[in-house]
Every structure is written in structure tokens, then in C-alpha cells.
Nanobody, 125 residues
Framework: QVRLVESGGGSVQAGGSLRLSCVAS????????MAWFRQVPGKEREGVAA????????RYADSVKGRFTISQDNADNTLYLQMNTLKPEDTGVYLC??????????????????WGQGTQVTVSS
């Protein structure tokens, strides 16, 4: 079992920045995919960014390319999401996910095994 705990959410004005963290504990894993998703009420969970902990190339949703950066610190078992130039449409609950249970796009929420509880991000105009 793997436990994921997110932090770093908050309320900011458009154009501002936030840095999200996700700490993994429990069973150790390496060379796995980890990702950030966001959830807005009434909408499907959306993949934001993903990274392979074996130091692969990160993947981003088109809506966040150039503004968000996903990174990892394997020594601290922590996943990060640096969010810059935030827009009101970035508002939502951001969830951390880890370990794939099947193939497919790494931004597809259905293929991840472990999930955190999420952290709220609110961007006002």
C-alpha cells in the first residue's frame, strides 16, 4: 500500500503562483509513473501533468504547458507541481496519483492505483 498526502493549495489571484507537494509513504517504489490531476464539480477528472520517477520526460496537458512544471525528489519521496501564471480555469481540487494498473495515456485517471485526498486551489480573477 502507498499513501499519498498533498499540500500547498490555497487561494491566489490570476497571474499568481502556487507550489503543490505530494508526499508518498508506505511501500517503496521506483521507476513508476506519478501524476497530478484536477477535479472540478460536474466535470471529469483531468490529467494535468505526469512524470516517470525513473527520470523520464514529463508529460503535460496542453492547457498547462509552459505554465506548470512537475518534478520529483526521490530522496524525500515527494512529487511537486509548480504552477505559475495561474488562471481562474485552473481552479479545482488537485490530486496526486501513483502507479499504473494498465497501459494507456499517463494523463488518464482510470489507470492509476493510488490516490491522495487532494488539495484545493482557487484562482480569482
Amino acid at each position: 500500500q502507498v499513501r499519498l498526502v498533498e499540500s500547498g493549495g490555497g487561494s491566489v489571484q490570476a497571474g499568481g503562483s502556487l507550489r503543490l507537494s505530494c508526499v508518498a509513504s508506505g511501500d517503496k517504489f521506483s521507476r513508476e509513473w506519478m501524476a497530478w490531476f484536477r477535479q472540478v464539480p460536474g466535470k471529469e477528472r483531468e490529467g494535468v501533468a505526469a512524470i516517470w520517477t525513473g527520470e523520464g520526460v514529463p508529460r503535460y496537458a496542453d492547457s498547462v504547458k509552459g505554465r506548470f512544471t512537475i518534478s520529483q525528489d526521490n530522496a524525500d519521496n515527494t512529487l511537486y507541481l509548480q504552477m505559475n501564471t495561474l488562471k481562474p480555469e485552473d481552479t479545482g481540487v488537485y490530486l496526486c496519483a501513483a502507479v499504473l494498473k494498465s497501459g494507456g495515456s499517463v494523463l488518464n485517471p482510470q489507470i492509476y492505483v493510488y490516490w491522495g485526498q487532494g488539495t484545493q486551489v482557487t484562482v480569482s480573477s
